[in-house]
């Protein structure tokens, strides 16, 4: 065997192992501190382990349908998700399933529940400055990132969208979780730009943020008002708003930037390779306005299920959080349980 294929085996063993143990680890650390009281953790222990584990019914209930038995396993190992299935939870998916659909499939009558899926840490973007000379305009985009308020370095790619253009960069945040990046664009483009950023503490440990900003253009407009885009079983379905047309759309990743083909209204999503999300990139026009609009895939941060917000039932609730692999990168994946039965 050649000396590049055995190193390259010897990599991907050492990196199964470090993500099977990250998983086994935090499990076993996280649930014997389930906040909240009562004598049914166990069961509640038991109820998301189920999820987690089994596929559901149909198997493939993530590309379509109603799921009649709750699971989110896809065929890989434990705790290792379908990108489809966690993309239904997401709210603003046109396929999303709604709570009592879920609670439904469940098929636990006297539990009520709360799902919570995230990133493992924030990675957050800001304007610094923007400088016009020539005809381009030089931007400085300031960058952080942090674990529970504390800072964490990490690796940091960045791109840059706006309308047909697309541009990289490589970069960092230091001890003290701070980064910056600066982009060039032509003063003959308009209209809405976004900064996407991908940032890495190692291995499968992925976050990424969106920063729409104004080029030669009024402020952008707030998310989903010229296209919703929902992405599922790896095609982005773009519902657009009266009179708004598409110019481009793109996929990002950690190490992949493509452009994606289509017809205005679907585009086939690529099968990337890389441990990270994607982040999936509309560009259009409506009128004479410039606006881009985007969505990550899996469709995650999310929040989906019952209110546990009331203030009789705070001291009823219960959480159990798992660590959670989806198409390599991982990421956390809480319930929040509750027995209504409690309160009569």
């Known amino acids: 065997m050649p000396t590049a294929s055995i190193d390259l085996l010897l990599a991907s063993t050492a990196m199964i192992i470090v993500v099977v143990g990250s998983i086994y680890g935090v499990n076993l650390a996280v649930e014997p501190y389930m906040g909240g009281p009562g004598a049914h953790h166990e069961r509640y222990r038991q109820i998301e382990r189920d999820m987690l584990l089994a596929r559901g019914e149909p198997d493939g209930w993530g590309a379509g349908g109603e799921p009649t038995a709750l699971g989110f396993a896809s ?9 489809d299935k966690v993309t239904r939870l997401n709210p ?17 009558e006297d539990v009520s529940f709360r799902i919570r899926v995230d990133m493992l840490f924030n990675l957050t973007l800001s304007m610094a400055s923007s400088q016009s000379q020539g005809g381009n305009t030089t931007y400085t985009f300031n960058t952080s990132t942090t674990r529970r308020g504390y800072p964490l370095p990490t690796d940091v790619r960045y791109y840059v969208a706006a309308r047909g253009l697309t541009d990289s960069r490589i970069g960092a945040t ?16 308009s209209g809405t730009a976004l900064l996407v950023g991908f940032a890495r503490v190692e291995g499968s440990i992925v976050s990424c943020s969106v920063l729409p900003f104004a080029h030669n253009s009024p402020p952008p407009e707030p998310p989903g008002s010229f296209a919703s885009l929902s992405p599922l079983n790896y095609t982005l379905n773009v519902n657009l708003a009266e009179d708004a047309s598409v110019v481009n759309a793109a996929v990002f990743s950690l190490g992949y930037m493509f452009n994606l083909t289509g017809d205005g209204a679907s585009y086939g999503i690529p099968r990337l390779l890389d441990a990270s999300p994607m982040v999936l990139v509309v560009t259009g026009m409506d009128g004479s306005s410039y606006w881009a609009e985007w969505a990550t895939y899996p469709q995650v941060p999310l929040v989906m299920g019952a209110n546990m917000s009331d203030a009789y039932a705070i001291s009823d609730v219960a959480s159990v959080s798992y660590l959670v692999e989806v198409k390599g990168a991982l990421y956390r994946f809480e319930v929040r349980f509750r027995s209504p039965v409690d309160d009569d």
């Open 75 to 83: 065929s890989g190992g434990a705790y290792e998700l379908d990108i």
């Open 174 to 189: 230091g001890e003290n979780g701070s980064g910056a990046v600066e982009f060039s664009l032509p003063n003959s483009l």
């Open 92 to 108: 603003s998916n046109a396929n999303a399933l709604n709570y009592p659909q879920l609670w439904s499939s469940l098929g636990v």
